[in-house]
């Protein structure tokens, strides 16, 4: 079963085993009980937690970025958020980790802040501020918009200058309209095609739907994809 051409893995050996009574899995290679055959649903989710899996064993978190639900509640009340606790991550360090944030001109991501500030939020983002391309009034980010707020994060670490292995999501699709979500699945896909991950949760179909629809046009040829 041929998954994708990418770096995880180009493809998964599935055998049936009638004398297996248990899934197993080794490296490449997944072994599966015969009565369990005919469950393509089960078959298919064993398949992606292999995905999931290989992902995260092969991810650098050296300087991994953590970005959580309700950050744009965090960046407009930062001083009540910094000592509530998550189960198992700080919103303070995500708090403490954009205030400290260096930004900088033409580094590392600045094709693709540039993108989003220009074809996406038609704006500029500063630390602490945003400045509307299509006015010229620049507001603090507390004051702008959900959904401006919701890219901010995003975009002020695309700023800093050091390169990030990793940048892990929550409900990416929050606070944007259909129109957003598609444009901000680009942007996510410019960053991993940079060589830095991306782990996001969401339950948007739409988000979904232009990442399906990427990976089809990534089949095509170069001059096919120009028109797209």
């Known amino acids: 079963i041929f998954i994708s051409n990418y770096r995880i893995f180009p493809k998964v050996y599935i055998s049936v085993d009638d004398f297996c ?40 978190i050296s300087n991994s970025i953590f970005i959580p639900s309700g950050r ?8 009540i958020f910094r000592t509530i606790k998550y189960q198992n991550l ?12 260096e930004c900088i001109e033409d580094g590392v991501y600045s094709s693709i802040y540039n993108f ?6 038609k704006g500029v983002f500063t630390n602490d501020s945003y400045k509307c391309s ?10 702008a918009s ?10 002020l670490f695309l700023k800093s ?18 129109k957003l979500q598609r444009s901000i699945v680009s942007a ?20 979904l739907d232009q990442i399906c629809n990427f990976i089809l046009l990534n089949n095509l040829n170069r001059h096919k994809i120009e028109g797209f």
């Open 116 to 121: 989003i500030e220009r074809d996406i939020v």
């Open 146 to 155: 959900d959904s401006i707020r919701e890219i901010a994060s995003l975009v």
């Open 134 to 143: 299509l006015n010229g009034i620049e507001i603090p980010i507390s004051m």
């Open 90 to 101: 700080s919103t303070s360090d995500f708090i403490d980790r954009v205030e400290n944030l």
């Open 21 to 60: 009574d248990e899934i197993l899995i080794e490296g490449d290679y997944v072994k599966i009980p015969s009565n369990l055959f005919e469950d393509e649903d089960y078959v298919l989710e064993l398949i992606c937690n292999k995905i999931i899996e290989d992902g995260f064993m092969d991810t650098n």
């Open 161 to 178: 200058k050091e390169r990030i292995t990793s940048f892990f999501i929550e409900e990416v699709e929050s606070h944007l309209d259909l």
């Open 72 to 79: 744009s509640t965090f960046l407009c009340y930062h001083d």
């Open 188 to 207: 996510l896909v410019r960053i991993i095609n940079s060589g830095t991950g991306i782990f996001m949760s969401t339950n948007s179909s739409i988000i």
